[in-house]
């Protein structure tokens, strides 16, 4: 499985970005999808889960009711929408796939280990 992410930029805060990532070379359907970030010096963090469906998802406090994820099985692509950006938010931003049966359904930890295939990154900016 391979994964294509995209959309990111320099944004002033307050502002809006879409991400996307297509996936290529698999099932993308049968797959949980999840965005991390990184921001320089620090560990990668969890920011969304989706499940196969489109019909749960989680988010990390830091962007509940900011951020909103989502996926179109028939593109093979997750999305991100971030709105109200913050300057805390600049990181580099991962698209993720979790091939396990039961967290294509429900979520559980939102641990980076659980998750198989990893996007190249896509860096978002955000200027104060």
């Known amino acids: 499985v391979q994964l294509q992410a995209s959309g990111g930029g320099l944004v002033q805060a307050g502002g809006s970005l879409r991400l996307s990532c297509v996936a290529s070379?698999?099932?993308?359907?049968?797959?949980?999808m999840a965005w991390f970030r990184q921001a320089p010096g620090k560990e990668r963090e969890f920011v969304a889960y989706?499940?196969?469906?489109?019909?749960?998802?989680n988010y990390a406090d830091s962007v509940k009711g900011r951020f909103t994820i989502s996926r179109d099985n028939a593109k093979n692509t997750v999305y991100l929408q971030m709105n109200g950006l913050k300057p805390e938010d600049t990181a580099v931003y991962y698209c993720?796939?979790?091939?396990?049966?039961?967290?294509?359904?429900?979520?559980?930890?939102?641990?980076?280990?659980?998750?198989?295939?990893w996007g190249q990154g896509t860096l978002v900016t955000v200027s104060s």
């Open positions: 070379g698999g099932t993308f359907s049968n797959y949980a």
């Open positions: 993720a796939a979790d091939i396990s049966y039961y967290r294509s359904v429900y979520f559980t930890s939102g641990s980076l280990h659980e998750y198989d295939y």
């Open positions: 989706i499940n196969w469906s489109g019909g749960s998802t």
